[in-house]
């Protein structure tokens, strides 16, 4: 449990570094775009290295048990969150609704994999990274993040869905492989 929580602490401390602008300009001036980024990916993947390893050796302790709908929950809240992570990095309309599509991705499998899950590591996992996406979108917000103004032709939102759909059927598929847990 302790390798989960020092990994959640690093992977979601430096992603929140840009919410510190003293901080992150500090580090930017010191180290220059390469080396700053060279280093800030380095820390995101140990820290993600070690959530990883973390939640594979962490002790089952069950502090309460899911209801049986909350599969269900997670398998119909897991689509839009898919579509927004595509539509994060695909041309459409969805940034003129959120500057934030990933975020709130992130959001969504957060809560809803908390619904599902009632195991001490996977709350430790899930609501530090539901927190860690609702700090990102409200400091975002502060900073100036702007919707996109731009009307895209309504194809790019049919292609983001697509795409989105296409992934969320390919994660139920190698859910069993990549997390150890069948998707159905």
Same mark, same amino acid.
């Given at each position: 449990?302790?390798?989960? =929580? ?5 992977? =979601? ?80 309309? =969805? ?90």
């Amino acid at each position: 449990m302790n390798l989960l =929580i020092v990994g959640v602490g690093i992977f =979601i401390g430096i992603h929140l570094l840009p919410v510190v602008a003293p901080l992150r300009t500090l580090f930017f001036n010191a180290l220059g775009e390469k080396g700053y980024k060279g280093l800030y990916s380095i820390i995101a993947l140990t820290g993600f290295g070690l959530i990883v390893w973390g939640k594979a050796e962490a002790d089952f302790v069950s502090l309460w048990v899911p209801p049986e709908w909350s599969r269900q929950l997670t398998w119909l809240m897991m689509l839009p969150a898919m579509i927004l992570i595509v539509a994060a990095n695909v041309p459409g309309n =969805i940034k003129r609704f959120t500057p934030h599509p990933m975020m709130w991705a992130v959001f969504i499998w957060a809560i809803s994999h908390l619904a599902t899950n009632g195991d001490q590591a996977s709350i430790v996992l899930m609501s530090s990274f539901a927190i860690y996406a609702l700090i990102h979108i409200i400091s975002a917000n502060m900073r100036g993040a702007e919707k996109q103004t731009e009307i895209l032709p309504f194809i790019a939102d049919i292609k983001v869905a697509l795409m989105g759909a296409f992934a969320y059927g390919l994660l139920l598929f190698i859910h069993p492989w990549l997390f150890r847990m069948p998707a159905f």
